[in-house]
């Protein structure tokens, strides 16, 4: 959430800890899962280098409001006017920008990525500096707005989006990207770069006792979420030099990730604080890492054969019982003459180049249902993973 960089950090001026999982080893104790009241470029310089997974930035936007804001009933718009939002010239948000943004490439882990939200106000800004500085640009990611605030002049279009920029620390990063459990989510279709998602409202937006906004910007957690998702893993650290009413940390708790925030304002720092202390964390077994077949320990045919769980002589076919083909005592199959891998041979019966072996054979349970093989496979790996 944004916030000013003025002023110095307070030495000893933390919050108290936030529950979190196990630290890391190269994360002081206790810092993780805290908030570090402070001026975000001194705090991070204060932190490990190379320790953190993933950073979520959400900085000033520098909008430069002259004057308030009315709608056509000539009722005042409740505005970002607050001081940390003000620069006084473009040149002083680019030393800001590009100081802080030096200080977070420091701390970022070589395979860490950073994600910076902007409007049109600054992220053009933003994404030279970032490039100027060494990251490399994975994805620019339009948060496009479900209910946007109209515009009330009527002399522009309405301000319907904002901008993330994802980015690594550098172009040959090897950096996580949880492409399968994305698709997997979105009815096994790629999730693109255009995210449809409400702002913040309802019981999910923080009020004070007089019902004011705690934070103007609060940004929803929905769209934190999915940043998480995406590019973290169960246990990750992650940074929020901007900390505000502290959604990152309240996302990253729900869903098992660490998190280090960095916050100016007392009173931010307080509410974020009270609103991470009530978020229990989901269930560990819904937020296992999702595994590709390329992760996947690698288990032989064989492995099923000595195990029993196949026996020497049995005969598999494929779904709809065109093929067969005969279990040998080493694992191989033999059709006729024709003896081979699972692979070989369900490619040789099809007359295709290449086959899956473990899903195009199926074992009968005579019971006359067909499962298979990789069934059985992926029970080996349950007990592999369990070990």
Known sequence: MPQSSNGSARSGDRVRAVRSPALAPDIEPGLAGRIVLGDCV???????????????????????????????????VDAVDDAWDQFENFAAYDAFTRAWLTAARRVLKPDGTIWVIGSYHNIFRVGTALQ???????????????NPMPNFRGRRFTNAHE????????????????????KAGNEDVQVRSDWFIPLCTGEE????????????????????????????RPGDVVLDPFFGSGTTGAVAKRLGRRFIGIERDP?????????????????????????????????????????????????????????????????????????????????????????????FWHLNDNRGRL?????????????????
């Open 42 to 76: 001194a705090a991070l310089a204060a932190l490990p280098a190379q320790s953190i997974d993933v950073i979520f930035a959400d900085p000033p936007y520098n909008l430069q409001l002259q004057g308030d804001l009315h709608r056509p009933d000539d009722s005042r």
């Open 371 to 387: 499962s298979p093989i990789d069934t059985l496979r992926a029970r080996i790996r349950e007990e592999m993973g369990a070990a």
């Open 163 to 182: 901008t993330l920029i994802w980015a690594s620390r550098d172009a040959k990063a090897r950096y996580t990207f949880n492409y399968e459990a994305l």
């Open 267 to 359: 009173a931010y720092a307080r509410a974020a604080e009270a609103r991470i202390a009530s978020v229990e964390p989901l269930a560990e077994a819904s937020l296992a890492a999702f595994t590709t077949a390329r992760e996947a320990p690698r288990v032989a045919f064989a492995a099923l054969v000595e195990r029993g769980m196949i026996a020497p002589g049995t005969v598999l076919t494929d779904d709809k019982g065109r093929y067969q083909a005969v279990v040998r005592a080493d694992g191989a199959l033999m059709v006729g003459p024709q003896v081979g891998s699972i692979h070989k041979i369900g490619a040789l019966v099809q007359g295709a180049q290449a086959c899956n072996g473990w899903t």
């Open 205 to 232: 937006r923080l009020k004070d006792g007089a019902g004011r906004k705690v934070h103007p910007t609060q940004k929803p957690e929905a769209l934190v979420a999915r940043v998480l998702l995406s590019s973290t």
């Open 132 to 146: 100027d500085l060494g990251f490399w640009v994975l994805n620019d990611v339009i948060w496009r707005k479900a």
